[in-house]
């Protein structure tokens, strides 16, 4: 979806008193509500990591119950990535810029795009909770045959989705000259 899309499809959805103040305060309650919506969804995917950790966690209890100690610091270190990523989908920028802000305004379309690129890390996040519940599903099983060969595929879509999500960032500004 573009940027004019989602701005479009914001304001379609938008009550008398958000389009007042969108007249006059020249666009103000669509960046709030863009702002709002990018909020939502950085709830869902936070929600998503606690999810995956406690999980993990199972997996992790059932590895060492079964012996599986070769697994056991590629299993924590797995914790230790989605408990860091978690918290920093938690805690992102959500593209407030105050009035005299030197890093400049953030836009309706920047604050689009930030909203679309996050949209878009959805499709990660679900790779990561499906390859998951996979390897949960084995554990249930007891089938540890290639245990270290997925826990690091699950550490290494974790660390991608991670640097994605660390380019976010660039969708709120350019860098300046």
């Not at 989602?6 to 020249?26: M, Y």
């Not at 919506?37 to 936070?46: H, V």
């Not at 997996?59 to 056991?72: H, N, P, R, T, V």
């Not at 270290?148 to 991670?162: D, G, H």
């Amino acid at each position: 979806m573009s940027e004019k899309e989602t701005i479009d499809a914001v304001k379609s959805r938008q009550g008398v008193f958000a389009k007042i103040q969108n007249v006059i305060t020249g666009g103000y309650g669509t960046k709030e509500d863009l702002r709002e919506l990018d909020k939502q969804l950085r709830d869902i995917y936070y929600s998503d990591f606690k999810a995956l950790r406690h999980r993990w966690e199972e997996i992790y209890l059932a590895a060492l119950e079964s012996s599986q100690e070769e697994a056991g610091s590629h299993l924590k270190k797995v914790i230790q990535t989605l408990d860091r990523v978690g918290e920093k989908v938690h805690r992102a920028d959500y593209g407030y810029a105050g009035l005299m802000d030197r890093k400049g305004s953030i836009r309706e379309n920047e604050l689009a795009r930030v909203f679309n690129y996050d949209k878009s890390l959805g499709e990660s996040l679900a790779g990561i909770k499906e390859e998951v519940k996979r390897l949960h599903d084995d554990s249930e099983n007891e089938e540890w045959s290639s245990l270290t060969e997925k826990v690091k595929s699950v550490k290494s879509m974790v660390l991608e989705f991670e640097s994605k999500w660390n380019e976010r960032e660039k969708e709120f500004r350019y860098p300046e000259v």
